[in-house]
């Protein structure tokens, strides 16, 4: 079972620490959300096996971590200052901004890609979400990158002075592609690999973690030769992320392909597709359960190109003048020079931690006949591995033996110590944050130098040695 809808994972992860709504003492921030002490170590986990998936696993992959402030020429040829653009819509009865290719239509259904939305609001076939109003303005576009200016400028709107927050983390990989080639010795095909933040000016962001202004990409950029099969090659990374996503514990069925239509796709790419999750199963209609997780992109040689100072146009003029370097690449084998075209999977932390908080979630009865919430964390991504209770937290001799055994452990595992609560109550916490093993030091402990492991999932216990703790846990983590 998966969570039955988002709100579900909202109530539990304020409740138990994972994410909270920021800046709440002020009202909150639109939609901005703060990680909390089990939400950053769930972030990082599914960060580190990323990195480890690609970066340490595969030969052909380098790592990298550029600035998110970059010189504002990188956003001119990137194209981002001309494009990245969403089409922003007012309703003049509510005053809501809305993005007028997230509209519905009066029927319900939202706005179909490619559809003619000026020529539907004229004809007041798409209403307000908010309101239901049908007076809404033509849509004109909206430039999603976030503006700042750089020192310590006289005036605001200096020129000179602006600069924006990255909207993706991919430009900082294509103009650093010579510096790694070379000082890696690299030969294509290879990639490079980025984790960090990207800021987007968002119209409606919402969903919780899914849609936000300031969130956390894994993008990656892998370089072949301009002759390859690229469209062929998006399938392939297609195929080894849904694999990917599965070791996270995403259920095949939750997963789902979507072919980006052609006037859906950004000015770089010649093929995209989506990966999209099942984020909304509480829908009725089976079409609008899903989103997207991901984007499998092939980009060209757009950006090298563009980056680059040696292209001219029909004229002969230079078509980059503000650059000074040449970003192709030589091909010792053919002796031949050319930009390398890029296949790009971009996808984003935030929303791969949602995915996997839905996936986790499960109900199961007690004894009792109480529910239960268990988080069927895959054990590598869960933020607690083992907690350490004591079953007595008035006997000294226990609560001693039971922090020892946390202070041993902590080297190898994220283990806690907790005694807050009797002992249902501390199981029932660790199963609903998804801590795969909780150990237990009872009286008996004291005699035989053994302490009982229970599983989260099964709720099984067994007996072992204090001694082989460590490696049993360590094994059965692996599983
Ligand atoms: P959408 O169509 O949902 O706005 P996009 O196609 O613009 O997304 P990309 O530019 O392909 O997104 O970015 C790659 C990934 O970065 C997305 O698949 C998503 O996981 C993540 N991402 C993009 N925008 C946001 C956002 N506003 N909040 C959270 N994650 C985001």
């Given at each position: 079972m998966a969570a039955p809808n988002i709100d579900t994972i909202v109530s539990l992860a304020k409740r138990?620490?994972?994410?909270?709504?920021?800046?709440?003492?002020?009202?909150g921030l639109g939609s901005s959300w703060d990680y909390?002490?089990?939400?950053?170590?769930?972030?990082?986990?599914?960060?580190?096996?990323?990195?480890?998936?690609?970066?340490?696993e595969?030969?052909?992959?380098?790592g990298i971590d550029s600035s998110i402030i970059l010189n504002r020429m990188v956003w001119k040829y990137s194209g981002h200052e001309d494009t990245f653009h969403d089409p922003l819509v007012d309703c003049r009865e509510c005053k809501s901004r809305l993005r007028a290719d997230k509209l519905q239509v009066s029927s319900g259904e939202t706005v179909t890609a490619g559809a003619d939305v000026a020529a539907m609001i004229r004809q007041k076939q798409v209403k307000c979400p908010n309101c239901g109003s049908t007076d809404l303005t033509d849509p004109r576009p909206f430039n999603m990158m976030f503006r700042t200016t750089l020192g310590a400028v006289a005036d605001e709107d200096d020129p000179t002075a602006l600069a924006y927050l990255r909207p993706e983390t991919a430009q900082g990989i294509f103009i650093n592609f010579v510096n790694v080639q070379t000082a890696m010795r690299?030969?294509?095909?290879?990639?490079?690999?980025?984790?960090?933040?990207?800021?987007r000016n968002e119209i409606t962001p919402g969903n919780f973690i899914l849609r936000t202004r300031e969130f956390e990409q894994m993008e990656m950029e892998y370089f072949v030769h301009p002759d390859v099969e690229h469209l062929q090659l998006v399938d392939e990374w297609v195929e080894q992320y849904v694999e990917w996503f599965t070791t996270l514990g995403l259920e095949r069925v939750n997963l789902r392909l979507r072919e980006v239509p052609p006037e859906e796709l950004a000015h770089y790419s010649k093929r995209t597709v989506d990966i999209m999750y099942r984020y909304f199963p509480e829908r009725a209609e089976e079409e609008r359960q899903w989103e997207e997780l991901m984007g499998i992109a092939y980009r060209t040689d757009f950006d090298l190109r563009s980056h680059s100072n040696k292209p001219v146009d029909d004229e002969g003029k230079r078509i980059n003048p503000d650059s000074t370097e040449d970003l192709s690449y030589f091909d010792e084998a053919t002796k031949q020079r050319f930009y390398p075209h890029v296949i790009e999977p971009a996808a984003g932390v935030n929303r791969t931690v949602?995915?996997?908080?839905?996936?986790?979630?499960?109900?199961?009865?007690?004894?009792k006949g109480e529910t239960r919430v268990i988080l069927k964390l895959r054990p590598r991504l869960?933020?607690?591995?083992?907690?350490?209770?004591?079953?007595?937290?008035?006997?000294?001799?226990?609560?001693g033996m039971a922090k020892a055994i946390k202070r041993s452990l902590q080297p190898v595992l994220r283990a806690v110590y907790d005694?807050?609560?009797?002992?249902?109550?501390?199981?029932?916490?660790?199963d609903e944050i998804g801590t795969p093993f909780c150990v237990t030091v009872d009286h008996q402990s004291l005699e035989d130098e053994a302490v009982t492991v229970r599983d989260r999932d099964t709720w099984e216990q067994e007996r072992v040695k204090v001694a082989d703790l460590a490696e049993h846990l360590q094994m059965r983590l692996k599983e």
């Open positions: 138990r620490g994972f994410v909270f709504p920021s800046s709440d003492i002020y009202g909390g002490p089990l939400g950053v170590e769930l972030c990082n986990n599914v960060k580190q096996s990323w990195w480890r998936w690609l970066v340490y595969r030969d052909d992959i380098e690299r030969k294509i095909p290879f990639g490079i690999a980025q984790i960090g933040k990207s800021f949602l995915a996997v908080l839905m996936d986790a979630y499960s109900e199961k009865k007690n004894d869960a933020p607690i591995k083992a907690a350490i209770l004591p079953l007595a937290k008035n006997k000294p001799e226990i609560v005694d807050t609560g009797g002992i249902g109550k501390l199981y029932a916490r660790q």
